[in-house]
Structure formats: structure tokens, C-alpha cells
């Protein structure tokens, strides 16, 4: 029967294991992330614009956003099946944002010859066989190579800056996708000065500061990121429905960590410059964002729509993600 002692001693001695460790692994503070403050960023370049000039994710709408005078766009990448860094927001390859380039394929997918795809189950030059559904005829997807050449010029000499929000959610994803961002910063040595490397997903935030301590990172949080995470990528329809409340119940439980984790000692631990909130956790409560600004972080907020409400959130030195101009 263990003694008191005894079992002061074993919760000392896992005490002591868990701040080695977060003192072994914790990455380097982060370079000045200064440039992202008081800026304004197109979601997904112009997501939100009722217009057939530009559509979400294209060069055209990074283009287009800063014409209306944003100072930044956020884009999303994820990896094809031959691991291509692909510009696109949807895991689901849809025709919500795109259409087929030849008719053939036109036919095939209307006699359902050509099922629903994901992203990481077409190659490069399949993708290439789509096109935007909206904007300039022809405009294919980007890769993020291809996304970063589009906007050069207004990164180079307009100051202008570029968010890269990596959607990949799989260990084996994560660590893949880094080598494609270090040789994009390899080939364009200005985006340690106007970009930022953001994500949902802290293991992609680690493996990128890890290969790279001069890339900044952005953490995205939101309550409840667990919950819809589990929902789009866990499947339980044939679960007992017992099973299915354990889960649910538990998903609860580890989002309410997960949240307070990322607001805490992870943004420490991971080196990130900047911390991002969902426009529905901040709203008219500046005061946590004053919090994060004096522990020295910058500070994102998405998806802000409201003028005013953008307005206020930039003069105290916010980077506002919106989706109208």
C-alpha cells in the first residue's frame, strides 16, 4: 500500500517529466510578426463578392481583393495525390467552385461515369482538367507555387501579404506538406517578411517551425473545431447508439482542453507568432484580445463582415479576415 510520500513522489516525479519535456521540444519564440497588425485580409482572396469576375481561391481573387484595397489574402492548400500543394478550401473536389474543361468529362460526370473526388485522391494534371466555375475563362486551380508567382509583384513592391492556411489533418499529410511550403519560402525569400503559415491542425505548425524557425505561424482556434472535425472525417452511422453518445460526449470534453490548450501553453510551445479567434468567440469583448496582444502575440480575427465592427477591430491593431470589400 503506497504512502502519502510515495504518492507525492510519483505525481512530482510525472510533474517533472511533463515540463522536461515541454522544455525539450518547445520551439523558438517566434520572429516579428509586427507586418500582420491593423491590416485587412480577403478571405480566400474574395470569397464573399456576388460577382462572376473572381472566384474563391484563385489568383484572380487575390488580385481583385487588393484592387479593393485589402492589405493581405488568406488562401487554403492541401495535397494532391501526387503531392502537389493544391490552392483550394474543400477537401471534396465540387462544382460549387469548379467545372470540367472538356465535354467529354462533362458527359462522363453527367451519366455519373466520374464519382465526387477528394483532392487527395486526383493527381496534379487531373485537377488541371477543371476550372474555375467563375472569374476568367479558363483560370485553372493553382498549385501554391504557381498561387505565389500570381501575387509577386504586390508582395514584392506593394507590401502587401499573403496568409497560407495549410488543410492538412493527418500526421503522415502534415509532415509532407512542409517540405512543399520550405522550398515555395526557398524559392521566394520575401515571404519571411509578408507571409504567415497558419492552421487548425498545431502538428502542422510544429513540423513547419521545426524545419524552419524563421517562418511565422498562425494557430487557428475556434470552439467546438474538435467537434465539427469529428463530424466531416469520423464516420459512426452503424455505432450502437450508446457508442455514439460516449463519443459525443466525449468529443465535448476534449474540445473544451483542446480550446483552452491552444489559448494557453501551446501558442508558447509552438513558437507561433500569431493567434487567430472566430469572429463569434470575440465579438464586442476586446478584452481578450488586448490579453494576447501584451503576451506579444499578433492577433487574427475571421470572418469579419461588419465595417464598423472592422474598423474598430483594426485600430487596435488587429488583422481582420473578411469577406466583402
Not at 71 to 94: C, N
Request: aromatic fraction near 12%; proline fraction near 4%; glycine fraction near 4%.
Amino acid at each position: 500500500m503506497p504512502t502519502l510520500l510515495d504518492l507525492v513522489f510519483i505525481v512530482a516525479f510525472l510533474i517533472a517529466i511533463f515540463f522536461g519535456s515541454y522544455a525539450y521540444f518547445r520551439l523558438p519564440v517566434s520572429p516579428d510578426a509586427e507586418f500582420f497588425s491593423s491590416i485587412l485580409i480577403g478571405h480566400r482572396g474574395a470569397m464573399g463578392d456576388k460577382t462572376d469576375h473572381v472566384a474563391e481561391n484563385s489568383i484572380s481573387a487575390a488580385k481583385y481583393a487588393f484592387e479593393k484595397g485589402a492589405q493581405g489574402v488568406e488562401m487554403d492548400i492541401m495535397l494532391s495525390k501526387d503531392q502537389h500543394p493544391i490552392v483550394f478550401h474543400d477537401p471534396i473536389f465540387t462544382d460549387r467552385v469548379c467545372k470540367p474543361l472538356n465535354d467529354q468529362i462533362k458527359l462522363d460526370m453527367q451519366q455519373g461515369e466520374i464519382p465526387v473526388q477528394r483532392i487527395s485522391s486526383m493527381t496534379l494534371s487531373e485537377i488541371k482538367r477543371y476550372e474555375f466555375v467563375k472569374g476568367p475563362t479558363h483560370e485553372r486551380i493553382p498549385t501554391l507555387y504557381e498561387y505565389i508567382d500570381g501575387i509577386n509583384d504586390e508582395l514584392l513592391y506593394k507590401n502587401k501579404v499573403v496568409m497560407i492556411e495549410v488543410k492538412e489533418f493527418s500526421t503522415k499529410g502534415a509532415k509532407a506538406i512542409v517540405g512543399k511550403i520550405q522550398d515555395v519560402f526557398f524559392r521566394n525569400k520575401h515571404l519571411y517578411n509578408c507571409s504567415v503559415v497558419a492552421s487548425f491542425n498545431p502538428l502542422v505548425l510544429y513540423f513547419v517551425r521545426k524545419a524552419d524557425p524563421n517562418i511565422i505561424t498562425l494557430l487557428i482556434t475556434k470552439k467546438g473545431a474538435l467537434e465539427a472535425f469529428s463530424k466531416e472525417h469520423i464516420k459512426v452511422s452503424t455505432a450502437p447508439e450508446w457508442v455514439k453518445s460516449i463519443l459525443t460526449k466525449s468529443v465535448y470534453v476534449l474540445d473544451y482542453f483542446f480550446f483552452l490548450s491552444c489559448t494557453t501553453w501551446l501558442l508558447a510551445f509552438l513558437g507561433v507568432g500569431v493567434i487567430s479567434f472566430e469572429h463569434n468567440h470575440i465579438k464586442s469583448d476586446y478584452e481578450e484580445i488586448k490579453k494576447f496582444q501584451k503576451r506579444g502575440y499578433q492577433v487574427n480575427v475571421w470572418t469579419v463582415n461588419d465595417v464598423k465592427e472592422r474598423e474598430e477591430l483594426m485600430n487596435l491593431g488587429v488583422a481582420v479576415t473578411t469577406d466583402w470589400f
